[in-house]
């Protein structure tokens, strides 16, 4: 693309839209915010005049805005797909939020597409962008550790979503766990050949009528001989707890910032801090990186370095890992050439 700025639009305004949208307005260099959408009338009026943006109900009205270079995919994942498509056959760069889509199949022919008509892609798999998870690839990549045999991941949110959130989101293992499959893809270099997931509903009854779980555990078998574990659970209550190790023939890379406030309170009574919060504040940096990532890549007309077809290894994961924990018993992992 020659231009020097990427005129942008945020569909979607909920928490993480509105990020996103105030980001690319304030403090992403090449970036303009141009518009933003949102079905809510009110908000959406209120959030257009804060950042500056023109303001639209339908999303297809903000595909049609020849004003638009790129659209920033922060909806429900139900309608990521059909988003996805619409976006790349109008010609506009994407970013997406994960997951890509809820099938497989639709994966593929959000890729089909991307390729076909030339259009960035860019999956918001923040981890990679992260400076502890990106500099332990780096690590890995220059031999820290040796070879790496083993993954241990694990994300455990302070509470459930609400439950409207739930219905809509694909469940623990695509909502939740989507991020461990992608970042223990990233990380040990190889793709999953077999895996094995349980999970309960712990805390949360009403999980059971969404046919979801608050608590899942998986083990990996990669294609190269690695092994892995990822834990994910709704239910950490006392924060947002991150954490993911790598194990190689020569050492051991850990990863993970648990302390929001970098303070220890010391007293007769015990010892206290606190912990990170929320997503939103632990991977802060991360979101603003990935974001500039994305800009600057498709202004200097490259391909993004996370794009469709992560997010259709991503989803066959997390897909397999819902059947098995339905079967109960392990589950091979379809193997397809790229």
Request: net charge negative; aromatic share 6%; charged share 20%.
């Amino acid at each position: 693309m020659s231009k020097s700025t990427l005129n942008c639009a945020v569909l979607g305004l909920g928490k993480m839209g509105f990020r996103h949208a105030d980001l690319l307005a304030n403090r992403v260099p090449g970036a303009r915010l141009v518009a933003v959408q949102d079905p809510i009338e009110p908000h959406l009026r209120n959030v257009s005049a804060q950042l500056g943006a023109k303001g639209y109900l339908d999303y297809q009205e903000v595909l049609n805005d020849p004003a638009v270079d790129a659209v920033f995919i922060i909806t429900p994942s139900t309608t990521h797909a059909e988003i996805c498509m619409a976006a790349a056959k109008a010609g506009k760069a994407i970013f997406c939020e994960k997951p890509l889509a809820l099938s497989v199949a639709e994966c593929e022919a959000i890729d089909h597409v991307v390729k076909q008509t030339g259009t960035p892609l860019q999956l918001g798999f923040m981890r990679r962008f992260d400076p502890g998870y990106a500099a332990a690839k780096r690590a890995i990549a220059e031999g820290a550790i040796g070879e790496v045999v083993a993954y241990n991941g694990i994300s455990r949110d302070p509470q459930a979503p609400p439950r409207e959130y739930v219905a809509q989101s694909g469940g623990i293992y695509l909502d939740c766990l989507i991020h461990e499959f992608d970042i223990a893809r990233f990380l040990m270099g190889d793709e999953v050949k077999r895996l094995h997931a349980t999970g309960k509903v712990l805390m949360n009854d009403w999980m059971h009528a969404l046919n979801d779980v608050d608590h899942a555990h998986v083990v990996l078998e990669f294609e190269k001989g690695g092994l892995g574990h990822i834990e994910g659970s709704r239910n950490a209550i006392y924060g947002y707890d991150i954490r993911a190790e790598v194990m190689g023939t020569k050492g051991t890379i850990a990863i993970g910032q648990e302390r929001h406030t970098p303070i220890t309170i010391q007293t007769k009574s015990g010892v206290v801090r606190d912990y990170m919060p929320g997503y939103l504040e632990r991977f802060s940096e991360a979101y603003h990186i990935e974001l500039i990532e994305f800009v600057q890549t498709v202004l200097a007309g490259k391909t993004p370095s996370v794009g469709a077809w992560d997010g259709r290894q991503a989803l066959l994961l997390a897909l397999a890992a819902k059947r098995s924990q339905e079967l109960g018993a392990p589950v091979e992992v379809e193997s397809v050439a790229r």
